[in-house]
C-alpha cells in the first residue's frame, strides 16, 4: 500500500514538473516573440517592407512574388538603392533575431509550435524575398550561418 502511495505521490510531482516546465516554455516564447513586434526589430521590419515596396515600384505595373523579389535583389546593380547599408542593417538585425529563435527552440526553452504560429509566416516571407541577398552577404562577409533561423521556419515554397 506504501509503494502504491509513494508511486502516485512520484507520478503528482512528476506532472506538476512537467506542468511548470510547459508552463514556463510557453512564457519563454512569448516573450521572445514580443520582441519581434517592437522597437528596433519593428523599423527593421519595415526597412525590408519599404525595400520590397520600391522593387515593385520599379517593375509596376507587374507585381513579383517573393522569389522573383530575391532574384530582383541580387541581380540589382550594386550601386542600387536595394543594396544601401540600411538594407544589410535591417536583415542583420531581423536574421540575428531569427537565429536566437532557433537556438531557443533547439534547447527546448522555447515552444517550437508556439513559434512556428506567432513568426512563421513573417520568417518564411522573409526568407523567400531576401535569401538570395542574404546568402550575397554572407558570402561576401566570409560568414556561414547567417539566416539559419529564418531557414528553421519556412516550411513552405517561395512562390
Not at 550601386?79 to 529563435?101: H, I, K
Request: aromatic share 8%; glycine share 6%.
Amino acid at each position: 500500500m506504501s509503494a502504491l502511495v509513494v508511486s502516485a505521490s512520484v507520478a503528482i510531482a512528476i506532472l506538476a514538473y512537467l506542468n511548470e516546465t510547459e508552463k514556463q516554455q510557453r512564457q519563454f516564447t512569448m516573450e521572445l516573440a514580443m520582441q519581434y513586434f517592437s522597437g528596433d526589430l519593428q523599423n527593421a521590419k519595415d526597412e525590408l517592407f519599404y525595400t520590397i515596396q520600391s522593387v515593385q515600384s520599379a517593375v509596376a505595373p507587374v507585381k513579383l512574388g517573393p522569389a522573383d523579389i530575391n532574384t530582383y535583389l541580387v541581380k540589382s546593380d550594386p550601386g542600387s538603392p536595394y543594396s544601401e547599408r540600411d538594407l544589410a542593417s535591417a536583415l542583420l538585425a531581423v536574421t540575428s533575431f531569427f537565429n536566437s529563435v532557433s537556438r531557443c527552440v533547439e534547447a527546448d526553452l522555447c515552444n517550437g509550435e508556439l513559434m512556428q504560429q506567432l513568426l512563421g509566416d513573417d520568417a518564411a516571407a522573409i526568407e523567400c524575398a531576401f535569401s538570395g541577398y542574404l546568402h550575397e552577404m554572407a558570402k561576401s562577409a566570409n560568414v556561414g550561418n547567417l539566416s539559419t533561423g529564418l531557414s528553421a521556419f519556412n516550411i513552405g515554397d517561395c512562390n
